[in-house]
């Protein structure tokens, strides 16, 4: 996939130091910025693609200077395999070695459904044509099921993660972004607070909202919904203020916004709505005022009994086990329906042209380390990047450059320690070096990788993270299998742990008993 091997980002060119990776593009400059980083266009430089746009994701380090860790890195690798239509192409991975920090390059989109709402919104003051909104719900409804059915949920989709091609081949063509990558984000690079980007709750499905532990594919489903009503109305369905003081994922005033448009939930029509924690915690708020419904139809202007309405009240289902699913979406009355959806969103088959979409304003002005001033002959970053699919490569030095990203603890010889930092383990310069090793997704050499890491963790005693480290690599092996790759290494390797960790955890149960047995004779 992509061009990730065919580069050794350890190396850099002379002339203009930049990482080597780096100069298969053309860095034309930041396009924007999202809570986890900024995001560049850039242009192919090679003879096949020449001249194709590329969006590279750059993801900043966190305060306490985390980087990619092994999830992290397992996580892309799952993202890597996903190839389809209405779904934003990953076509290479970078792995800044020196800092661990990650680059993630897309195809690029020259539209979003959050800039085409609120161009007709602001600078039109039109709607969008039903033929326009029916086929990006159905496109995005399409990537949505491919994901869903791959066991990936999204988790943050909203308007601006829902690109439109431009011009060419695909014009109007939906691709959903940034899935899978809440996973990411979430362990080794966590949020960064101050950062000034809002993290909007208004797509956030009402269970999460009441405190529910789990995602579930219906989350994505109440957020393409919110963004349904958004393409008819053009606002936000519910726009809830958010709270920022505390982690807790109760957010009053969203779930206010949300009762007051669809009414109380009840035990009756949602029964686990019980067992979720600020259901029960916040009786108050949450039971204490009872909302009348006041009509989803009326919000949305759609006629009750139009099929539109009919999707889109099944999409906002409170109970996310009676929500409809996307597949079903797409079997839904509301498709079969004149005007048809069509694959090119923004031209319908009647009209002759497209509406006249404004491209992205690129800022020419900010580096790769999101800045200083972008002088096109001048390195662009300062680390050695690797790309993270090199085989071989050998480590680089840390370099000066204009930001020092902070390192975990060092020993004398400058070599980079392992270390927790709250729930995440920070690879070792070693590790790092046995990261290298990864070359394809499923290869002996990242199987080795785990290894290794079971190995360190089992000479830690680590017992929990070796368990813990043990069901997600399973639980990727079985992702792996979902997304049909025929690798039968997989399966050995997943049977050796298996009776590997049995062996382990039968150890430690003998010698707890061993210490039982001996401490009366050590005191
Ligand atoms: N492949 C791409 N092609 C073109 N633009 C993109 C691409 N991926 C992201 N963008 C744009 O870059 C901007 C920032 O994206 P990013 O995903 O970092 O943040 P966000 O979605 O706005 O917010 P958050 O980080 O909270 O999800 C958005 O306007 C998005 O539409």
Known sequence: MGDTNSNNGNNTNNNNKKPEWLQ??????????????????????????????IAIKKF???KDGDGVSPTAIREIMLLREISHENVVKLVNVHINHVDMSLYLAFDYAEHDLYEIIRHHRDKVNHSISSYTVKSFLWQLLNGLNYLHSNWIIHRDLKPSNILVMGEGDEQGVVKIADFGLARIYQAPLKSLADNGVVVTIWYRAPELLL???????????????????????????????????????????????????????????????????????????????????????TVVHLPPKSAAYDLLSKMLEYDPRKRITAAQALEHEYFRNDPLPGRNALVSPNADKAVNYPTRPVDRTTDFEGTTSLQPSQPVSSGNAVSGSIPGAHGGTLRSGPRQMPVGPSTATGEKKGHWNGDDWIPSTAEIKALRLWRHTGSERYIWFIMLELIRYLSECKVEMLCHHYLETLSFISRRQNLK??????????????????????LQVLMVSWEVKEAPTAH
């Open 485 to 506: 790759i025929k690798d039968h290494r997989v399966y050995l390797f997943s049977v050796r742990c298996l009776s590997a960790l049995t062996s382990i955890l039968l």
């Open 60 to 62: 900043k380090q966190s």
């Open 211 to 297: 405190g529910a532990k789990h995602y579930t594919s219906a989350v994505d489903m109440w957020a393409v919904g919110c963004i349904f009503a958004e393409l008819l109305t053009l606002k936000p369905l519910f726009q809830g203020a958010e709270v920022k003081a505390t982690p807790n994922p109760f957010q009053l005033d969203q779930l206010d916004k949300i009762f007051k448009v669809l009414g109380h939930p009840t035990l009756e029509k949602w029964p686990t709505l019980a067992s979720l924690p600020h259901w029960q915690q916040d009786v108050q708020h949450i039971q204490g005022h009872k909302y009348d419904n006041t009509g989803l139809n």
């Open 24 to 53: 298969q593009y053309d860095l034309l400059g930041k396009i924007g910025e999202g809570t986890y980083g900024l995001v560049f266009l850039a242009r192919i430089k090679s003879s096949t693609n020449r001249g194709k746009s």
